[in-house]
């Protein structure tokens, strides 16, 4: 069973930086995901960046620039790195997986497994 679990948010101001991270664990295939992906208040989910097994990141058109996707296959660990914050980054971010397979990585519904979130707030 693949299970997520994601930690690093809290709150920041305006101009720093944070590093997300999550554990995954559980994976039978080769060929997996690993996304993330936040939600706003009162906003739809909005996919961010992705890596795949193989190490291979990807990244939406509004994440590219802040983000950085990395991960430590040693260790089962995928990191977000968020630079710059602005207010509008505030949001609940979550980890998620697509477990076979690596295709429409930043799309919510293409994913099989997702974390419990993790909340960023950013005052300005």
């Known amino acids: 069973e693949v299970t997520l679990v994601e930690s690093g948010g809290g709150l920041v101001q305006a101009g720093g930086s944070l590093r997300l991270s999550c554990i995954a664990s559980?994976?039978?295939?080769?060929?997996?995901?690993i996304s993330w992906f936040r939600q706003a208040p009162g906003k739809e989910r909005e996919g961010l960046s992705c890596?795949?097994?193989?190490?291979?990141?990807s990244y939406t058109d509004s994440a590219k620039g802040r983000f950085t996707i990395s991960s430590d296959n040693a260790k089962n660990m995928v990191y977000l790195q968020i630079d710059n914050l602005k207010p509008e980054d505030t949001a609940v971010y979550y980890c998620?997986?697509?477990?076979?397979?690596?295709?429409?990585?930043?799309?919510?519904?293409?994913?099989?497994?997702w974390g419990q979130g993790t909340q960023v707030t950013v005052s300005s």
């Open positions: 559980g994976f039978t295939e080769d060929d997996y995901a």
């Open positions: 890596i795949t097994s193989a190490g291979r990141p």
């Open positions: 998620a997986a697509r477990i076979k397979g690596t295709f429409w990585c930043l799309r919510g519904y293409a994913m099989d497994v």
